[in-house]
């Protein structure tokens, strides 16, 4: 089976070649969606033995939807292995940052450059083609296969992976791979996600003339500002060596202007937070210690302070014991001779959403040198190949 892949290479490039030049972006991004490229994928998923479509209605898009593809081919046992791909790409960014046209592939020194080539393009054709091998493999597989390209990756998942889990398809024993996040050799297997706390914040003062200052919104803003993050660094000071950096972090980050000239002091200062929180705390009593350190700076100056949680998403960790985590570890060393290490991530994939829906068996893992979203995106055609290999030979024994 793995020599079926090898001489499938140009096939997989020929196909990422294509993927890349639809310009699949997200409405919210200004793009016109995914259904052309669900459209090209499906003609490749024809001998499958279910191939169904879990559209998600959206005007604002070609065609009015946000397609969803569940594509399957059957085995021995009643378990599916499912691996999961976004059909969606980001904006191509400042396009004088490119050397080639981003919606261009080009092949290069054997990589494959072009938006998209890498997230989430690499990945949709090595699973695409592992179960194209699966498929025509001489004897049946052992798990069920199922293939998902989903929509709306990029923006939310509304549209896409969390309008799939309202469909109720997948089963809790079942076993996950997002092939959306990785490293250089394939050595790192991504098991958690911190989770995202985004704040906002209104402090409130007297808006006066420089000269003759009463309440002054800014500095009781940075005053606080500091305070609150030596706070929640002291507070939430756990360690966790999965990830890097390994520690909760909490980042003042963008801050609204205020008045327009140097003599006015203000009297309202907004600023925000990001916050990437150990999975080990509860986001619950972070916002409640929060609120109390809101509470004491409201009534030591005698004047409102709004906090306001804008974003907030969390996930439990994927058990590093978990049978996903053992069997994807064991392919991985067969098949390349390294033992794979366990990690975290501070961003969110699609992984995170099924640990949330009760899917604890949901890992995160491809081969890549991480140029999602940059300029001069790429996919080398050896880790699209090589990947391909370790999905398909997840459904089998070690034998065959
Ligand atoms: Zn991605």
Redesign the pocket.
């Known amino acids: 089976m793995l020599k079926t892949i090898e001489e499938m290479r140009d096939k997989m490039v020929d196909l990422l070649c294509k993927v890349i030049e639809i310009k699949a972006i997200s409405p919210d991004f200004g793009g016109e969606g995914e259904l052309d490229k669900a459209e090209l994928l499906m003609r490749y998923l024809k001998d499958f033995d279910n191939v169904e479509r879990f559209d998600a209605r959206d005007e604002r898009v070609k065609g009015g939807v946000r397609p969803n593809i569940v594509a399957k081919v059957k085995g021995v046992v009643n378990k599916t292995i499912w691996i999961i791909t976004?059909l969606d790409v980001v904006p191509e960014g400042d396009e004088r940052l490119w050397r080639t046209p981003p919606f261009k592939a080009v092949i290069e020194n054997g990589k494959v450059y072009g938006r998209g080539s890498e997230?989430?393009g690499q990945s949709i054709v090595s699973s695409l083609f592992a179960g194209i091998a699966v498929l025509n493999a001489d004897v049946k597989p052992k798990y069920n296969l199922g293939l998902v390209f989903v929509s709306d990756?990029?923006s939310g998942s509304e549209y896409g992976l969390k309008h799939l889990l309202k469909q109720g398809i997948f089963s809790k024993e079942d076993f996950f791979i997002v092939p959306?996040v990785g490293s250089p050799k394939g050595e790192l297997i991504e098991i958690a996600e911190k989770s995202i706390l985004w704040l906002k914040f209104e402090v409130f003062g007297v808006q006066s003339h420089a000269s003759m200052p009463v309440k002054n919104a800014s500095r009781r803003a940075m005053k606080f500002l500091l305070d609150l993050d030596e706070k929640l660094h002291a507070k939430f000071n756990m360690r966790n060596d999965l990830f890097d950096p390994p520690y909760s972090t909490f980042e003042p980050t963008k801050r609204d202007k205020n008045v327009d000239n140097v003599n006015t002091i203000p009297g309202l200062d907004v600023s925000y937070m990001d916050c990437r929180i150990l999975p080990e705390y509860s986001l619950d009593d972070v916002i409640d210690y929060i609120e109390s350190v809101r509470r004491f700076y409201e009534i030591k100056d005698k004047e409102r302070l709004n906090v306001e949680v804008i974003q907030r998403s969390s996930s439990p960790k994927t058990p590093e014991n978990s049978e996903i985590v053992l069997k994807l570890s064991e392919t991985i060393y067969n098949l390349r001779g390294i033992k794979p290490k366990l990690f975290g991530i501070g961003g969110n994939?699609c992984a995170s959403f099924l640990r949330n829906a009760g899917f604890r068996n949901a890992v995160a893992w491809c081969t890549t040198d991480s140029t999602?979203h940059k300029p001069n995106e790429y996919c080398k055609i050896d880790n699209m190949v090589e990947d391909a290999k370790v999905l398909s030979a997840l459904f089998f024994d070690p034998k065959y």
């Open positions: 976004h997230d989430n990756e990029e959306d994939t999602a």
